[in-house]
């Protein structure tokens, strides 16, 4: 069974930086496409950003385009978003997730199209 951890999360004021990781077995970093999600009190699970298995392409929802970076280290088996210029709307529980099709060149969105997700890492906003 693939597992995926996250860390990093912590409390932010607007205008600061994060970096989170997503630590995972090596065969999810060479077979899977990887991806971002988060879930703020009281809304669904949403889409943040995707990495590519085979090249590192990136894709991201428009409300952190600019903002925030998708990375991945293969030889580490680590994931990172960094996340910079947060608002208070970035408060949320973030998760990595794999795609469920190992070797999928497409970049999806949809929660329903990925599998092996973390715990969660908690961000939030300060006040």
């Known amino acids: 069974q693939e597992q995926l951890v996250e860390s990093g999360g912590g409390l932010v004021q607007a205008g600061e930086s994060l970096r989170l990781s997503c630590a995972a077995s090596?065969?999810?970093?060479?077979?899977?496409?990887l991806a971002w999600f988060r879930q703020a009190p009281g809304k669904e699970r949403e889409f943040v950003a995707a990495?590519?298995?085979?090249?590192?392409?990136?894709n991201y929802v428009d409300s952190v385009e600019g903002r925030f970076t998708i990375s991945k280290d293969t030889a580490k088996n680590m994931m990172t978003l960094q996340m910079n210029s947060l608002k208070p709307e970035d408060a949320a529980v973030y998760y990595c997730?794999?795609?469920?099709?190992?070797?999928?060149?497409?970049?999806?969105?949809?929660?329903?199209?990925?599998?092996?997700w973390g715990q969660g890492t908690q961000v939030t906003g300060s006040t």
């Open positions: 997730a794999a795609d469920k099709n190992p070797y999928f060149y497409d970049l999806e969105t949809s929660l329903t199209r990925y599998e092996y």
């Open positions: 090596g065969r999810i970093f060479t077979t899977r496409n």
């Open positions: 990495i590519g298995w085979r090249n590192g392409i990136t």
